[in-house]
Nanobody, 119 residues
Framework: QVQLVESGGGLVQAGGSLRLSCAASGLSFRDYTMGWFRQVPGKEREFVAGITYNIDSPYYADSVKGRFTISRDNVKKTMYLQMNSLKPEDAAVYYC????????????WGQGTQVTVSS
């Protein structure tokens, strides 16, 4: 059974930092591209960042480039999102995803972790 468990969310002041973690189990971690999405009430989930299994060329949404850093530890089967210079508009529920395949993609989601940014 695949499980993705996020942690590290919380309340932070604007300009502050948080580090999210996503611990994966029940899958061959090295075979999956990992990523983060976020969602605010009333809006669709939006892509934040992604990283392939070989850790080459992480990619980011324009809104977080230069402020967020995605990384992964293939031995610990854990992915991270370091979020710096947080803005009120970054407040959302952050979801971890694991993708495998091309064309037809199998995607798993975590349960989400809340990030709140006070102005």
């Amino acid at each position: 059974q695949v499980q993705l468990v996020e942690s590290g969310g919380g309340l932070v002041q604007a300009g502050g930092s948080l580090r999210l973690s996503c611990a994966a189990s029940g899958l061959s971690f090295r075979d999956y591209t990992m990523g983060w999405f976020r969602q605010v009430p009333g809006k669709e989930r939006e892509f934040v960042a992604g990283i392939t299994y070989n850790i080459d060329s992480p990619y980011y949404a324009d809104s977080v480039k230069g402020r967020f850093t995605i990384s992964r530890d293939n031995v610990k089967k854990t992915m991270y999102l370091q979020m710096n210079s947080l803005k009120p508009e970054d407040a959302a529920v952050y979801y971890c995803i694991a993708d495998r395949g091309s064309g037809i993609v199998t995607r798993y989601w975590g349960q989400g972790t809340q990030v709140t940014v006070s102005s």
